[in-house]
C-alpha cells in the first residue's frame, strides 16, 4: 500500500512563505501538488517528473511556487513564495506509477495515489 503524507501547512500572511512536504512509501512516475478551496474543485498546482526533473505550474503559481523532489526521490516538496489570499485551500501530494503518458497533467484524474491533505490559509 503506497502512503502519501503531507505535511508543513499552517497559517501565513498574505506576501510571505510556506513549505510543503510530502513523504511517500514508494516510488512514482510522477508527483504533483493539488488544492481545493471549499466550494471549489480541486486544481491542478505543480507537477514532477522523478527521473529528468520536468516541472509544470499552474499559471496562477508559475514564478512563485516551487516543486522539487530529495535525492532520495522519497520526499515531494512544494515552495510557495509571494503568497496571496486565493492560494488559501487544502493541499494534497499525489503520485502515478503510469508512465505511458507524459507527466505533467495537471488533471487530477492522472494520479491514482494521494496524500489526506494539509491545510494552508493565507489572511490579507
Known amino acids: 500500500q503506497v502512503r502519501l503524507v503531507e505535511s508543513g501547512g499552517g497559517s501565513v500572511q498574505a506576501g510571505g512563505t510556506a513549505r510543503l512536504s510530502c513523504a511517500t512509501s514508494?516510488?512514482?512516475?510522477?508527483m504533483a501538488w493539488f488544492r481545493q478551496a471549499p466550494g471549489l474543485e480541486r486544481e491542478g498546482v505543480a507537477t514532477?517528473?522523478?527521473?529528468?526533473?520536468?516541472?509544470n505550474y499552474a499559471d496562477s503559481v508559475q514564478g512563485r511556487f516551487t516543486i522539487s523532489l530529495d535525492s532520495t526521490e522519497l520526499t515531494l516538496f512544494l515552495e510557495m513564495n509571494n503568497l496571496k489570499p486565493e492560494d488559501t485551500g487544502m493541499y494534497f501530494c499525489?503520485?502515478?506509477?503510469?508512465?505511458?503518458?507524459?507527466?505533467?497533467?495537471?488533471?487530477?484524474?492522472?494520479?491514482?495515489?494521494w496524500g489526506q491533505g494539509t491545510q494552508v490559509t493565507v489572511s490579507s
Open positions: 499525489a503520485g502515478t506509477y503510469d508512465s505511458s503518458q507524459r507527466c505533467g497533467s495537471l488533471n487530477q484524474y492522472s494520479y491514482q495515489y
Open positions: 514508494g516510488y512514482h512516475y510522477c
Open positions: 514532477l517528473q522523478t527521473r529528468g526533473r520536468s516541472t
